[in-house]
């Protein structure tokens, strides 16, 4: 069973979908959108990257600022804090590249989240962080943001098991 104090990580590339599903949560959870946090205080990051048009955010800043918190942490830096459990978002390459495009991202941008996303980057890091018990990997590409959420759910419940490396996209390598 979830603990109403549990804190919730979803991470994974940019365009995976966390935005999208986390928000299906909010009237259950409390969902936090680091983006938009990030967006709106000039504390909580240090530089504009002006190559991929984002903020480099301050992760010791955010940290304070989240300060006791609990619910959903909706962001691609989500691991990288304190959490209890971490669900990692993933997107076959190919299809996070026509979304990234869509949303306008430059192709650098584009290119580097893709590859990173075939590597596993976000995954290997989640794991390294938070150790195979409390990792649960979530493969969207054919699934629809309700599909996605009802997994979350499963997670914050204590409905699912952990799970890491069962999603392989090397083939776009
Ligand atoms: P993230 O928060 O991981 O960066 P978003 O939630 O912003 O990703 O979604 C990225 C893009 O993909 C958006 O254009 C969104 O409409 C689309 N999208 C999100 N979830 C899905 C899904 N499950 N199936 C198809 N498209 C999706």
């Not at 549990?6 to 959108?33: C, N, Q």
């Not at 409390?134 to 959420?149: F, L, N, S």
Request: negative net charge; aromatic residues 4%; proline residues 4%.
């Amino acid at each position: 069973m979830s603990e109403s104090g549990d804190r919730i990580a979803v991470t994974g590339t940019p365009g995976t979908g966390k935005s999208t599903a986390t928000a299906l949560l909010a009237d259950e959870y409390d969902v936090i959108h680091l983006n938009d946090l990030i967006q709106d205080d000039e504390d909580l990051w240090t530089e504009r990257d002006p190559q991929r048009g984002s903020l480099v955010a301050d992760l010791e800043a955010i940290a304070d600022r989240l300060g006791d918190w609990s619910g959903v942490l909706d962001s691609h830096l989500a691991h990288r804090f304190a959490v209890d459990r971490v669900v990692v978002l993933r997107c076959a390459p190919e299809t996070l590249e026509r979304r990234l495009r869509e949303r306008g991202a430059p192709p650098t941008k584009v290119a580097e989240n893709a590859e990173a996303e075939a590597l596993d980057v976000i995954l290997s890091e989640a794991v390294a962080e938070h150790g195979l018990d409390r990792v649960y990997e979530i493969d969207g590409t054919e699934r629809t943001p309700q599909e996605i959420a009802a997994g979350i759910r499963d997670v914050i419940e204590g409905r699912r098991d952990p799970s890491a490396g069962e999603v392989d996209f090397t083939d776009y390598l």
